[in-house]
């Protein structure tokens, strides 16, 4: 079982930065792959940035290529986004989840961060 916590979210005029945080508990962090999922009022969830257990494989939406940036550290069980020349489309409530390496379903995730960009 994982618990993930997110934070770093806040309020960001168009061009700024933000770094969010996902702190995972629990055990054997490395056997589980971590996407960064976002969520805006009348907008489905979408998969924003995604990394595998080492590190070495990261996936990005076509929306947030070359802006966002996912990493981990998994001596600190911890999973970074950092977000980069924020536009005010990226608006929207930011969730951590995770999947471990046997299963293709995000079964954990974290209770979310919000983000507003301002224009």
């Known amino acids: 079982q994982l618990q993930l916590v997110e934070s770093g979210g806040g309020l960001v005029q168009a061009g700024g930065s933000l770094r969010l945080s996902c702190a995972a508990s629990g055990r054997s962090f490395i056997n589980y792959a971590v996407g960064w999922f976002r969520q805006a009022p009348g907008i489905g969830r979408e998969l924003v940035a995604a990394?595998?257990?080492?590190?070495?494989?990261?996936h990005y939406a076509d929306s947030v290529g070359g802006r966002f940036t996912i990493s981990r550290d998994n001596v600190k069980n911890t999973v970074y986004l950092q977000m980069n020349s924020l536009k005010p489309e990226d608006t929207a409530v930011y969730y951590c989840?995770?999947?471990?390496?046997?299963?293709?379903?995000?079964?954990?995730w974290g209770q979310g961060t919000r983000v507003n960009v301002s224009s």
């Open positions: 989840a995770a999947k471990h390496r046997a299963t293709s379903e995000y079964g954990f």
């Open positions: 990394i595998d257990g080492s590190g070495r494989g990261t």
